[in-house]
């Protein structure tokens, strides 16, 4: 979910670039600008246990820019483990979506920011690992956290653009990204029961 700012450095480029709609991009910003309010949103998923460690979530709505709106189509995503972790391998496990979150938030705002900036990519690609330790997990460690312990990403950026010019859109789009924000930064979860 990162983008471009308002007040980037050139904003020469008013066609489509990158696959980007610029002038629609320019236009979100200048609204935003000045009606901030339009920039709360709030997205949801829903998820039901299918059998086994499998489970179906489903995102179809969210609310924003004053609204509420829906998706051109409901996204049906599965996540199970892999029989070495007592599943069926039916899908990707939960944390491995967190990878693809943090990868394409960050890989969505190169995009956007570099239209922006009026910069051509050839090729963008990222490689993301999260190292893990299942002993807090299965509960046999208090010492050992639950979720990763280190996440690495490295990005390989081609374009029309002096290196130094596409690292520094890739820093932007880290440093706008939400993702990795609610990952470095925390973010306060609540979970409620309903039982019967």
Not at 164 to 181: G, Y
Request: net charge negative; with cysteine; charged share 20%.
């Amino acid at each position: 979910m990162a983008t471009a700012t308002a007040n980037t450095p050139t904003r020469r480029e008013k066609v489509p670039l990158n696959g980007v709609d610029t002038p629609t991009l320019f236009g979100t910003l200048d609204v935003v600008k000045s009606q901030p309010e339009l920039a709360k949103f709030q997205f949801r998923a829903r998820n039901r246990w299918q059998n086994g460690n499998l489970s179906e979530t489903t995102i179809g709505t969210f609310t924003g820019a004053g609204g509420e709106h829906a998706h051109k189509s409901t996204f049906t995503l599965y996540a199970d483990h892999p029989a070495v972790l007592v599943g069926a391998d039916r899908a990707p496990l939960p944390i491995e979506y967190l990878l693809h979150a943090l990868a394409s938030c960050i890989m969505g705002g190169i995009a956007n920011i570099a239209a922006a900036r009026g910069v051509t990519l050839h090729d963008v690609e990222s490689h993301i690992e999260g190292d893990i330790d299942l002993l807090g997990i299965f509960g046999f460690s208090k010492d050992v956290r639950n979720g990763y312990q280190g996440i690495r990403v490295s990005f390989s950026i081609k374009g029309d653009a002096a290196p130094e010019k596409l690292q520094e859109i890739v820093e932007q789009s880290r440093a706008r990204s939400a993702v990795f924000d609610v990952l470095t930064n925390g973010v306060p979860v609540s979970l409620s029961v309903n039982a019967g």
